[in-house]
């Protein structure tokens, strides 16, 4: 029988102190920047052995770490120095070192509601949000602003009228107060938003007595 895939958990479950593992262990490499060796990031780190070496992996192809120790004796370890070090947020990359782009309109939409001083609709936020390397559909713009509405990022400062092609959409406008730090809040697919400034679920859908 073949293995069935593992779901990934939450990101509440994921994460501790708001941190993923990814991010726990670049900060241990920045902090250590050179003679670095998976058994020894993973206990810094508290991530378990097979992340830490999957994501050195990933940080190695992608050019932000090599191999310092030119000869390695049987039973010695590899080690590692950082050789591009882009900031405090840790490289989201693939397993062969290519840049992830999943979840960066989400960033992106963040980053831009907090400096708009105006009230915008989804589709004025999607083209302001998109660039050359990343764009921002509108349906994904409407969906992440219906659910930040939730949770009180954002606020809806004009009911729209009617749907589709003559509709006029919401228009909304981002709640200064409720800006909790650079990492967007990430809706889960449990029905929830989790965000990882503060290291907390923000936001669950009620259950309602159909779903019992």
């Not at 670095?36 to 192809?61: I, N, P």
């Not at 309109?105 to 083209?127: K, P």
């Not at 764009?135 to 509405?149: F, G, I, M, N, Q």
């Amino acid at each position: 029988m073949a293995a069935t895939k593992k779901a990934r958990q939450p990101a509440e479950l994921e994460m501790i102190g708001g941190k993923s593992k990814r991010q726990r262990i670049w900060e241990v490499i920045r902090a250590q920047r050179d003679g670095l060796t998976c058994y020894a990031l993973s206990r810094r780190s508290g991530v378990d052995d097979c992340t830490t070496k999957t994501y050195m992996q990933a940080l190695e192809r992608g050019g932000f770490i090599e191999q310092s120790n030119e000869t390695v004796r049987i039973g010695d370890e590899k080690q590692y120095r950082l050789i591009k070090d882009n900031g405090l947020e840790a490289p989201r990359l693939t397993k062969d070192g290519q840049p992830v782009t999943q979840g960066r309109s989400q960033e992106q939409m963040w980053r831009t509601m907090r400096i708009l001083g105006s009230d915008f609709n989804y589709q004025e936020l999607a083209g302001l949000a998109s660039t050359s390397e990343v764009t921002v559909s509108p349906a994904a713009a409407r969906d992440y602003l219906k659910h930040l509405a939730h949770a009180g990022y954002v606020t809806v400062v004009a009911k729209g009228k009617g749907r589709g092609a003559g509709g006029v959409p919401n228009r909304y406008r981002f709640n200064l107060g409720r800006y909790t730090g650079p990492r967007p809040p990430m809706v889960q697919r449990t029905k929830s938003i989790y965000d990882p400034n503060v290291g907390k679920v923000v936001w669950q859908e009620e259950v309602s007595d159909d779903d019992l």
